[in-house]
């Protein structure tokens, strides 16, 4: 049979607050990915300096957003019961704290970088570089963020694709408990 015969409502979905940090978190995630891949294209100068001090500071952001996250979910956050096996269960959990970690090791790199590199932010404010002369260094730091980058971004793409599979093939509504709510009509 083709059907959805998952039984959906509001209260078998995510808080409000829970879905819109998770796309938020998303979109940063995807729009901070592209912006490092592409930063080299952007003409040297004014341009440069201004997407690398938007993504240092968009990189601050998402590090203020994943301990909100955290603490939420912690706390406050609605915890639904998982979908599928214990062993299912297991895998998401664990896919989840793994998220949170490569979310946290990037902002951390991306700190790291900014502080071996030195840095220019928005030709206003001047990071002094830790060891001006250590070209290697700095390579290392900066292949260290982009491999922590691809991996959370790889993994990220994973988990979407699980969720649609779930949606898709097993039918059981998951994606739609962190899908964002409609509004409420006039």
């Known amino acids: 049979m083709d059907t959805d015969t998952t039984p959906f409502t509001e209260s078998s979905s995510y808080d409000g607050k829970t879905r819109f940090l998770h796309w938020m978190s ?3 995630i995807a729009a901070l990915w592209f912006a490092g891949e592409f930063l080299d294209w952007v003409p040297r100068g004014t ?11 968009a990189g601050l952001l998402l590090g203020a957003l994943l301990v909100i996250r955290v603490l939420w979910r912690r706390n406050d956050g609605v915890q639904l019961p998982s979908l599928g096996t214990v ?3 297991r895998a998401a959990n ?3 704290h793994v998220l949170y970690v490569l979310i946290a ?3 951390v790199s991306g700190i790291a970088l900014v502080w071996i590199r030195g840095d220019n932010l928005f030709n206003v404010f001047t990071v002094p570089a830790f060891d001006p002369g250590n070209k290697a260094l700095r390579h290392d730091a900066k292949e260290l963020h982009g491999w922590i980058a691809n991996t959370l ?3 990220a793409a994973l988990h979407a694709a699980v969720a649609v599979w779930h949606q898709w093939i097993l039918k059981d509504g998951l994606l739609r408990r962190m899908w964002p709510a409609k509004p409420p009509l006039p």
Not at 47 to 52: A, D, E, L, M, T
């Open 26 to 28: 998303a979109l940063f």
């Open 94 to 96: 664990a896919t989840h």
């Open 105 to 107: 090791a990037m902002v």
């Open 47 to 57: 341009p440069r300096i201004s997407v690398r001090s938007t993504h240092i500071v």
């Open 87 to 89: 062993a299912a269960a």
């Open 153 to 155: 971004l790889i993994l």
